[in-house]
């Protein structure tokens, strides 16, 4: 092979490695029983589970039982408390929510780290929320393909989770009691 041919070889394998990284990652979603999209997502590196991709939720949402399960693992420990807030679900109610921080939150191939979650009793649903999203370099839903497109770029992690505000859920999930949003307490940044 000359030298010139194996020149053109390499930019040419080079500009396709880059065009691929420009393009990030796209990820199946599934439409549950109730017509909202569900997404698998790892949490701390022990428990894979369905959440519903919420982009109206402030948080990062998981019940009671998931929880359970995360402290009897190790992932989530009382250092990982960062207080009780208030919940407002999607009727309008609001109860006393704990919220904790989350080491990793993985969905494909990308990881967010220190994500603030809220926790709900055993039947609420499981959301990924803004808490999650809105740390993501850029992302998309692509209606046609049902899946999450997100797009490669640093700044994917973030060290401090930043306090949020009430945010209303998607009318579609307002009819299952799942959380519509989370007051996080003022102190929360400083985790």
Do not use: C
């Not at 070889?9 to 599934?30: D, N």
């Not at 109206?56 to 693992?73: C, K, M, N, Y």
């Not at 780290?113 to 803004?130: D, E, F, H, M, W």
């Not at 299952?176 to 949003?181: D, F, K, P, Q």
Request: net charge neutral; aromatic share 4%.
């Amino acid at each position: 092979m000359s030298r010139r041919l194996s020149g053109r070889l390499f930019l040419l394998l080079l500009l396709a490695a880059s065009m691929r990284s420009a393009a990030g990652e796209t990820i199946q979603l599934e439409r549950n029983q109730h017509g909202t999209y569900t997404i698998s997502v790892q949490i701390n590196g022990a428990l894979v589970l369905p959440f519903v991709l919420d982009t109206g939720a402030s948080l990062v949402v998981i019940p009671e039982d998931v929880f359970r399960t995360l402290t009897r693992t190790g992932t989530v420990t009382k250092n990982d408390f960062i207080g009780t807030g208030t919940a407002m679900l999607a009727d309008g109610s609001e109860h006393a929510s704990d919220s904790y921080v989350l080491h990793e939150v993985r969905v494909g191939d990308h990881i967010v780290r220190n994500v603030v979650a809220s926790v709900v009793p055993v039947n609420g649903a499981a959301l990924l929320g803004q808490s999650f999203l809105s740390k993501l370099p850029a992302w998309s839903i692509d209606n046609t393909r049902q899946a999450l497109v997100i797009a490669d770029g640093a700044g994917a992690t973030q060290s401090t989770p930043a306090a949020s505000t009430t945010t209303p859920v998607s009318p579609a999930l307002s009819q299952y009691g799942a959380i519509a949003g989370t007051r996080v307490p003022a102190n929360a940044a400083g985790v």
